[in-house]
């Protein structure tokens, strides 16, 4: 009978992921994602009023009771909604993506599945979602909801995986109850807060083994937005129901922070994400921040490997980005400015990506962005009929010779660019 049962499970849930075709106006969204390029990741909740990172309740071994005890004192008076997106667009980002809950459970909407949210159980009382949508909306950028699918405080989620054994709570819980109050968490985020770019899934990795009704909860997110990407940074390759995949702190095929021993890349848009100090959540400690040249140089790989870079702050208790991080999406913005061509709706160049640097193109044109190249002479393979060369940033000619087998540019040391040398190769017909 359990044989039957799982038997009947399974094909069910088979048939549900097979049977998904994603809407006209999903992969419609899909091309606008890729084009965009480059997007704003935002860890905040109130774990920021410690200044430790969002994994404090875990890592510091805190108690749920004194955890609560900081929901008092997250009175951010000083979020602009206005002055964060009009930030975001003058770092020539094109996207948000904001914790709508973390792995600690809190809400940064007026949930009705749960007083801990920030509209309930803090003295600021706003919704934070629902400015920054409507400020999205008027600046015309597209709004993402990171969702935690672990949940260290939801009694019902249970058993535990992994993490968040010390928090005091009770040893008992219905998952299912947990997963129907998540259901109805996002059904209010994709409900009451307009038009949402996606859904950028993270946690499920901590009970890799758990049955986590995958195929509801994105049937149910398709249906009430067909529109709306699903992404999960399962660290593994793309479930059915997903629209794009996503890297932590790594580029796609590499492993360097060892989140993805087991990914591999799939055939959906891309994305990669990656923090500017060392953390996602804000830490007042933490004072190794990569400078915007670094920045840059990943934008500019991340587009080479076809993906979005998706780009972290850690916003204060007080609703105020830290200035180590304005200072650089500002440098990043003036950049784009000059350079976005060769990134905003691209995708990876003839050339796989390589140590000096990587390629882009449009219909028409190759990017050659040289990043990390000593010589004078860049030799290229074959990169198909090309009829001349130019510098992206002064339109002068680049010397260029056909070899057998690919071509040579020749970048004197006067024309280099020490953040990125672009040569603009027109396409033949
Ligand atoms: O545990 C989280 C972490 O706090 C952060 O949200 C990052 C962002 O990619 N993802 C998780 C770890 O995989």
């Not at 919704?127 to 709004?143: N, T």
Request: contains cysteine.
């Amino acid at each position: 009978m359990l044989i039957k049962l799982t038997l009947a499970i399974l094909f069910a849930a088979l048939a549900a992921a097979q049977s998904y075709q994603p809407a006209a106006a999903n992969l419609k969204m899909r091309q606008w994602f890729q084009d965009a390029r480059f997007g704003l990741f935002i860890h905040w909740g109130v774990y920021s009023v410690l200044g430790d990172g969002e994994w404090v309740l875990n890592n510091k071994k805190m108690t749920l009771t004194d955890y609560e005890k900081l929901a008092p004192q997250f009175n951010p008076t000083e979020f602009n909604a206005t002055e964060w997106v009009a930030m975001v667009k003058d770092a020539g980002m094109k996207y948000i993506t904001i914790t709508s809950k973390h792995h600690d459970g809190f809400a940064m909407w007026g949930t009705k599945q749960s007083p801990w949210n920030i509209v309930d159980a803090t003295p600021y009382k706003k919704d934070v979602l629902k400015m920054l949508a409507e400020e999205c909306r008027k600046q015309g950028i597209k709004l993402f909801f990171y969702h935690s699918h672990l949940d260290w405080r939801n009694p019902d989620y249970f058993p535990l995986g992994r993490t968040g054994h010390n928090t005091g709570r009770q040893p008992a819980g219905d998952f299912n109850l947990y997963l129907d109050f998540m259901d109805n968490q996002l059904r209010e985020l994709l409900t009451g807060y307009g038009e949402i770019g996606g859904i950028w899934f993270d946690g499920w990795w901590d009970k890799p083994t758990a049955d986590w009704r995958l195929e509801k909860t994105y049937s149910l997110i398709h249906s009430l937005q067909p529109a709306a990407l699903i992404g999960n940074n399962h660290h593994r390759k793309p479930f059915a129901g997903e629209d794009f995949q996503m890297f932590e702190k790594d580029l796609p095929g590499q492993n360097t922070a060892g989140f993805n021993a087991e990914s591999e890349i799939g055939a959906l848009p891309l994305e990669t994400c990656d923090t500017i100090n060392k953390a996602w959540g804000y830490n007042s400690k933490d004072k190794q921040f990569k400078s915007s040249a670094q920045l840059i140089q990943y934008l500019v790989r991340s587009a080479g490997h076809g993906a979005n870079f998706l780009l972290n702050v850690g916003p204060m208790p007080n609703g105020k980005i830290q200035p180590e991080f304005g200072d650089r999406l500002r440098e990043i913005g003036v950049w784009m400015r000059k350079n976005g061509e060769s990134v905003y709706g691209t995708r990876g160049g003839p050339v796989p990506p390589r140590a000096w640097g990587v390629t882009t193109q449009t219909a028409t044109k190759i990017y050659v962005h040289v990043v990390d190249w000593p010589d004078e002479v860049l030799a290229l393979p074959d990169v198909g009929a090309v009829t001349g060369a130019t510098l992206l940033s002064s339109g002068r000619k680049v010397e260029m010779t056909r070899l057998a087998g690919g071509l040579a540019l020749r970048l004197p040391r006067e024309i280099r660019d020490p953040v990125d040398t672009i040569v603009v190769l027109e396409k033949g017909r």
